[in-house]
């Protein structure tokens, strides 16, 4: 959820993530197909991202 919150930026044009698991790295591409949010989703992040 964390790298779609970051693309979704029309600012940024890159994540840099790192693994040390190869299932970990595919939990990162697996989580690109999924790169929308719910109405819901964004305002707890927005909350979050605010205290």
């Known amino acids: 959820m964390a790298i ?3 693309l979704k ?3 940024i ?3 840099l993530v790192g693994v040390s698991k ?3 790295l595919q939990d990162n591409v697996n989580s690109l ?3 929308s949010f719910s109405k ?3 305002m707890k992040i927005e909350a979050i ?3």
């Open 13 to 15: 044009t890159s994540v």
């Open 9 to 11: 930026s029309p600012v």
């Open 22 to 24: 190869a299932s970990q």
């Open 49 to 51: 991202l605010n205290d």
């Open 33 to 35: 197909s999924n790169l």
């Open 40 to 42: 819901e989703e964004l």
């Open 4 to 6: 779609a919150w970051l």
